[in-house]
């Protein structure tokens, strides 16, 4: 890459750091899950290693947390907060103590005894007591000041308010994390997505009277600066710290040797899901003082402690019960509803089983201890079962052959592959099935289809137990007098969703076709048949000419798009729902396409993450130019565009096909563009 390149790179990974800070630290309301805030911090640190010009006063290895925020008065800290460098495997540990060792001067034998301590994931806080009395209390902030929030601090039954013990410090700021229980969180979660969302919020309250009603904890763990102090290690600091009266975390171990630190990891993992607050690793301190002293500190982090970091995407939990949910096009998917867990900073109470043979594969039960994954924006879903762990009364999980709509369930005959289907469904009934209607309203608000702001999932199924919608038609005529009376509404609130929802009178025709949500007929499907069909009269009547197999000489279009098709319009209340919506809406024309753009004839796939710009708009931008784009490397692509960690696979397969690869820059250019 060239200069400017890495320079635009870097700032764009430093200013969603800020972001993130921002909204994180001064919100409680993170953007990403800890472990992509871990990995942006690491490519920062990579570049700036790897490039010695780069530099920004926001940089990971300079600043700390997030500027405090405006609500409370800031003060310094006495000895600045500083973060913990991060360790995600063995090899992490070896090369942490590897430095140790060097740095240390010591032989490679040298023994090193390590505080291991939990990690739990709440709010850091600092504590200054003089003469055993509590006299400050101040947020991170940003390492060096902190909010003053003392008077909320002191809410807290956790923090003692004055500490006679004659061994007691004169001076002292001890330093804990301020977090929630799970089993505390259930009263709150209508509130908060998460315990530490709750933690935090609740510490940011104006009026410390608001703040006395959560159930906050604190967990006291270090200290910064010390006047009279009289421990040599940590381990022994950590005793007094329970003498004193505050509580500290008992699952602490003093552990040499970085096989013992694994085992001991992997242990506190396994026991992850039945503790009743949230942990996201554990933390390694070298137990000696002097050795700390002697260790100090590299940027802003200590040389003599790691945090090593649990996997993002697992953990353990148990199922309480299994519930089947029916989709929008009938499919009848079982879903576990598990004992609340962390998983990269996001906390999952249901999982996926994916459909009857899954169940029956894994042998999943209610009850069982199972193994939870959550990779990325994928949905979490159950992996593996613990049978060692289940109870002799367990049974077998019988899935339901009907629908709750009282229709006997089916599974689809694939002709290609000559088996039946793994998913059983709903016939395709449509807003016959009340299960289904539910969901195919959630569908036609959705983001691809009339994306009404503010009328998301949740204001579905609040308006439909209401009995407000139950049609799509229904949308476009509520009653917002019955609406501004709601609990948690009011008539700016009515008004806003009123002025939303009568923007989107006006849809494209391709928009339209996909908010109907016909089986098979997904954004490209939409595209090709408002194409085809050009404005909304001619796709109404379509069952009344009766050529429905005129559809095949469609690009795209095959027999299995052409039987859903068919079903939809041979039903009487779809019929009565386009009327209706006909009635309601401007359905706009499709627009003529442009068959000589710069792309005619060249079909296009991206893999990986692309730099200021969204898949979608990249498709679009081929679209305009008539160009197409493709789901698979085949033969029928043209050009593999490339952007951060692009999948191998694709990679590979392009290759041997003799693709051609280009990058974010190389197509630009073949649009006349620049990034």
């Known amino acids: ?18 972001k993130y800070n921002l909204s994180y630290f001064d919100k409680s309301d993170p953007l990403v899950s800890d472990s992509d805030y871990d990995k942006l911090k690491r490519d920062i640190l990579d570049l700036e290693k790897q490039y010695k010009y780069l530099k920004s006063n926001n940089s990971p290895s300079i600043l700390i947390g997030h500027k405090p925020s405006k609500n409370f008065k800031k003060l310094p800290h006495r000895v600045p907060m500083l973060s913990l460098g991060n360790a995600f495997s063995e ?51 940003d390492g060096k000041e902190g909010e003053d929030i003392t008077r909320n601090l002191s809410t807290i039954k956790d923090i003692p308010k004055k500490i006679l013990s004659k061994n007691f410090p004169e001076e002292i700021d001890i330093r804990g994390e301020v977090f929630i229980q799970n089993s505390d969180f259930e009263n709150l979660k209508d509130k908060f997505a998460n315990p530490r969302n709750a933690a935090s919020g609740s510490l940011r309250q104006k009026n410390p009277e608001d703040t006395k009603k959560i159930p906050l904890k604190f967990i006291a763990y270090t200290f910064g600066f010390e006047k009279g102090l009289n421990a040599d290690n940590q381990f022994d600091y950590l005793k007094k710290l329970d003498s004193w009266g505050f509580k500290t975390n008992p699952l602490n171990k003093l552990i040499s040797g970085v096989k013992n630190l694994i085992k001991n990891y992997n242990e506190i993992e396994k026991k992850r899901s039945n503790l009743d607050f949230d942990i996201d690793g554990v933390v390694y301190k070298v137990n000696d003082f ?23 995407n697992k953990a353990v939990s148990e199922i309480k019960d299994i519930e089947i949910q029916i989709g929008r096009t009938g499919a009848l998917t079982p879903v576990a509803k598990i004992k609340p867990i962390n998983i990269g900073g996001v906390q999952v109470s249901n999982a996926t089983l994916h459909n009857e043979d899954e169940i029956i594969r894994k042998d999943i039960r209610i009850g069982d201890t199972v193994t939870v994954e959550r990779a ?26 009907k629908c709750p709509c009282g229709y006997e369930t089916i599974k689809d005959f694939n002709k290609i592959t000559k088996k039946f289907d793994a998913v059983r469904r709903c016939p395709d009934r449509g807003f016959e ?76 025709l391709e928009r339209f076709i996909y908010s109907l949500g016909i089986r098979h007929i997904g954004l490209e499907n939409a595209k090709l048949l408002s194409r085809y069909f050009g404005s909304f009269q001619k796709l109404k009547n ?34 009565k729902i386009l009327n209706e919506l006909d009635k309601v809406l401007n359905i ?88």
């Open 433 to 508: 099935c009340n299960r289904i209607a539910k969901e195919k309203l959630k569908h036609f608000v959705s983001k691809e289809a009339f994306n009404i702001d503010g009328f998301g999932k949740k204001i579905v199924e609040k308006f439909w137990e209401l009995n407000l919608i139950k049609l799509p038609q229904d949308i476009f005529k509520l009653d917002y007098g019955k609406i501004e009376k709601l609990d948690g509404w009011g008539k700016l609130s009515a008004d806003n969703l009123r002025y939303s929802v009568d923007e989107k009178k006006q849809i494209s």
């Open 376 to 401: 990325g924006d994928v949905i979490p879903h159950v992996i593996s079962v613990d049978i060692l762990k289940r109870k002799n009364t367990s049974k077998k999980f019988i899935f339901p052959k």
């Open 542 to 575: 379509l069952p009344k000419k009766n050529n429905y197999n005129d559809l095949l000489n469609i690009d795209g279009i095959g027999e299995t798009q052409l039987v859903s098709i068919k079903n939809f319009f041979s039903k009487d209340i779809n019929l």
């Open 1 to 18: 890459m060239k200069k400017k390149e890495i320079e635009k790179k870097y700032k764009g990974y430093i200013e969603n750091l800020r």
């Open 588 to 675: 706009k024309n499709a627009k003529a396409v442009n068959t000589r753009g710069l792309l005619k004839d060249k079909s296009f796939l991206v893999t990986g993450k692309l730099n200021n710009i969204s898949r979608a708009e990249v498709k679009s931008l081929i679209e305009e130019n008539s160009g197409t784009t493709v789901s698979s490397v085949s033969k029928k692509l043209n050009y593999l565009i490339t952007g951060e960690k692009p999948t191998k696979k694709k990679i590979n397969s392009a290759k041997a096909l003799k693709i051609k690869i280009i990058d974010q820059d190389e197509f630009l250019k073949m649009l006349n563009k620049t990034s």
């Open 290 to 312: 002097n050795l700390q002293k002697r260790l100090g500190y590299v940027a802003n982090a200590p040389r003599w402690a790691v945090a090593h970091k649990f996997s993002s």
């Open 91 to 141: 090899e992490d540990l070896i090369n942490f103590e590897k430095k140790i060792t060097n740095f240390l001067s010591k032989n490679e034998g040298y023994e090193i005894s390590y505080c291991a301590e939990p990690k739990i994931d709440g709010i850091s806080a600092s504590l200054t007591y003089v003469n055993g009395v509590l006299e400050k209390g101040l947020s991170r902030g």
